[in-house]
């Protein structure tokens, strides 16, 4: 299979325009210091171990592939086969990030870390690591959010978490981000910020995509032993991007391998409910970097719409944004209805109940397969399992427990 | 010579240090906005700092984020800002005005087209939180091909390289973050402030405005005794936030005159 050059980000934490480092100088002295950190774990060989140590006794790695036959059968072309990260301790991707940065924290003496939360995920998932190495952890979270996720706030004060509700601008993720890095700017002396996506200011894009790689690592190795060869696309769901970067990253130099992330198309993108930043997005600034954004014509970021509270963001990591520009990624918009019908499929066909992002990109494989010669194989990242979201599943079903 | 370095000169002639009050535009609504300029004028202020609502204020505290809630639900936006900065000049040709905001609302509209509005109308500097001075270049290039002057921030985090980059592009004055936090935050240590200025004056010869946590007279006064200009800010906007829209003008001229007196205590 033959391979393309691919290095980013820059010196600078830049994806050809997008990425940098968009943030008050108060916060260039924190930053500076956990680059350093970064590097300094990079280059020691007893910083990798442990993390691969952790994700295989804390977490459960490697996970597994699937090979989805009866829905594969059923929809009449290409096989289909998932990468279970449903099957990760806490139940997503989200925990590999998690670790990473909690030994980080770790390295550098900080006794508190933070994060920001949209559906719960990501604050479970770093309530989980605190609880694990002993940090005292505060998770931020939109109350419009903590009202709609009561089952995870609960999750994350049974490991010990305090979970702040944000009560400004559109209470949800993007709200509780920002708060997130007041707090840190105010607390830089003790505190981690343990950031859930590929997005913020440099170096978290890279950051969190390096500590999400190894599902595309492991994924390169399982293929061909389970099929004899790479998949002829990947397909992942996109809201920030981490669980899409970490299976994309590792086959960006293969060519020959099609990338495809699915973002959330809410009640359609020409309905402008929705949470597409690729697909309708400009280019801005957000969060310390520079990447697509759903805005209005004078520059203010409009709330978004998803049934997948994961994906409800109005930015998107911005090596995303680099992929989509240079045409090594494609990205594709799948609505609310499409992807529950690609949820109660995959239970009923499969046994496997999948997270409602995750599902997204299911829906997109549904649409290809059937395009496709039946020895195509397409990749999904099955990035969570769906627990959490039976309520909003039982909602939208006309269903009241 | 621009506004901002008259206004410094003419302050330092008179042995005297700047008042800086910041004001969010459009807030409570963008009827008041004049009249709150010329009030602060009134009271004693040398630059007014206009901010210019953003959704999403990363690096402002709990009142200064209010205040741009209050002015984005009454509609206020950048081109409107810049047509009340172009109303202001009518009647007042001496006062700088430094536009203080973040960077999304600037790139929505197009940093040229920017900068050649802004002068137009009489902004006299413009400081983009978001811009630290390694995503500035463009930023800097426009508003001093247009006249205007680049504000920047320096944080009691910041090293002496990163003091030195910010002295190349910065012009009009710099801005000093008295605390490590966001805008309205408590806890400021005056002592540990002026330590910092050597640091800063030993790379710039431009005037050191220090900011953030500036309450009342009494610390005005402090600051003012090292420092080059006082800029105050949240305490202004609770002022507007306690009063009616009859009552804010004469609040708010009321408390900044207070302060004018604080920094006016300290002769060069």
Same mark, same amino acid.
């Given at each position: ?7 980013f ?9 997008y990425?940098g ?6 916060? +260039? ?10 590097a ?21 790695r ?8 009866r ?32 030994? $980080? ?50 999750r ?5 978490a305090k ?13 509780a ?9 105010t ?12 997005a ?8 969190v995509?390096?500590?999400q ?8 190795e ?25 299976? +994309? ?42 990447t ?13 719409h998803?049934?997948?509270?994961g ?7 911005p090596?995303?944004?680099? $992929? ?31 997270a ?15 395009? $496709? ?10 990035? #969570? ?17 | ?6 206004t ?31 009030a ?29 809630e209050?002015?984005l ?8 800002? $810049? ?5 202001f ?27 050649q509005?802004?002068?137009?109308? #009489? ?31 320096i ?10 980059q ?6 009009g ?46 610390t005005?006064?402090?600051i ?11 305490? /202004? /906007?609770?002022?507007?936030?306690k ?11 009321t ?14």
């Amino acid at each position: 299979m033959s391979t393309i050059p691919y290095d980013f980000p820059d010196a600078h934490g830049h994806f050809g325009p997008y990425g940098g480092v968009f943030v008050a100088e108060t916060l +260039f002295g924190a930053l500076d210091e956990l680059k350093a950190a970064y590097a300094a774990a990079q280059a020691d060989p007893a910083f990798r171990a442990e993390y691969e140590y952790e994700l295989k006794h804390f977490v459960g790695r490697p996970s597994p592939i699937y090979h989805a036959k009866r829905w594969s059968e059923l929809l009449g072309g290409a096989q289909i086969y998932l990468k279970r990260e449903d099957l990760n301790h806490t139940g997503a991707h989200k925990v590999n990030n998690c670790i990473g940065q909690a030994l $980080l924290a770790k390295r550098m003496g900080k006794p508190r870390v933070i994060a920001e939360t949209g559906a719960g995920q990501h604050g479970v998932a770093t309530a989980t690591v605190a609880a694990r190495y002993g940090f005292e952890c505060v998770v931020y979270m939109g109350s419009e959010d903590v009202r709609r996720q009561a089952a995870n706030v609960y999750r994350m004060k049974l490991l010990g978490a305090k979970v702040v509700p944000v009560e400004s601008g559109s209470k949800t993720l993007k709200d509780a981000l920002n708060e997130a890095m007041r707090d840190w700017v105010t607390n830089i002396h003790n505190t981690f910020y343990i950031i859930g996506t590929v997005a913020g200011p440099h170096p978290y894009p890279m950051l969190v995509r390096d500590f999400q790689k190894i599902i595309g690592e492991e994924c390169l190795e399982q293929m061909p032993e389970m099929t004899g060869r790479q998949p002829d696309a990947v397909i992942a769901a996109v809201g920030g991007g981490s669980n899409a970067m970490g299976i +994309f990253y590792p086959y960006i130099n293969q060519e020959n391998v099609r990338l495809i992330g699915v973002e959330a198309a809410g009640d359609g993108v020409d309905t402008g409910r929705h949470a597409a930043s690729l697909t309708a997005g400009v280019p801005g600034v957000l969060h310390g970097n520079r990447t697509y954004l759903l805005q209005d014509e004078d520059g203010q970021i409009i709330e978004t719409h998803s049934v997948s509270a994961g994906l409800d963001y109005p930015g998107v990591g911005p090596e995303h944004a680099w $992929l989509k520009d240079i045409g090594r990624a494609e990205y594709q918009p799948i609505r609310d209805d499409e992807a529950l019908k690609a949820f109660h499929d995959l239970c009923r066909l499969e046994g496997i109940i999948p997270a409602l992002e995750s599902s997204h990109a299911l829906a997109y494989a549904a649409k290809l397969a059937p395009t $496709l010669p039946k020895d195509k194989i397409l990749l999904v990242n099955l990035s #969570g399992r769906g627990d959490k979201d039976m309520h909003t599943v039982a909602e939208k079903s006309g269903i009241q427990f | 010579m621009s506004r901002i370095q008259q206004t410094f000169a003419r302050l330092d002639g008179q042995g005297r240090k700047a008042l800086i009050p910041f004001i969010t535009a459009g807030d409570p609504d963008a009827a008041l906005t004049l009249p709150l300029m010329h009030a602060l004028v009134e009271a004693g202020a040398d630059v007014i700092e206009l901010g210019v609502p953003f959704s999403d204020p990363m690096a402002d505290g709990p009142t200064i984020q209010r205040a741009s809630e209050r002015a984005l639900a009454k509609g206020m936006t950048l081109r409107k800002v $810049l047509q009340l900065v172009g109303e202001f000049r009518k009647t007042d040709a001496t006062t700088p005005v430094v536009l203080m905001g973040y960077a999304n609302p600037i790139e929505a509209m197009g940093l040229e087209k920017f900068a050649q509005a802004a002068s137009t109308v #009489g902004v006299d500097g413009v400081l983009v939180v978001d811009y630290p001075p390694e995503e500035a270049a463009k930023f800097g290039a426009a508003m001093q091909a247009c006249g205007m002057d680049p504000i920047f921030l320096i944080a009691p985090t910041s090293t002496v390289e990163r003091i030195a980059q910010v002295a190349k592009i910065a012009s009009g004055y710099v801005y000093y973050v008295s605390l490590a936090g966001v805008t309205g935050s408590g806890a400021l240590n005056v002592d540990a402030v002026a330590e910092r200025l050597p640091a800063i004056r030993a790379q710039t010869g431009l005037p050191v405005g220090v900011g953030f946590g500036i309450r009342d007279a009494a610390t005005a006064a402090r600051i003012a005794a090292f420092a080059d200009a006082v800029v105050v800010g949240s305490r /202004i /906007i609770e002022e507007i936030e306690k009063s009616t829209v009859e009552t804010a003008c004469a609040n708010v001229r009321t408390l900044v005159a207070e302060i004018r007196r604080g920094v006016d205590e300290v002769k060069k």
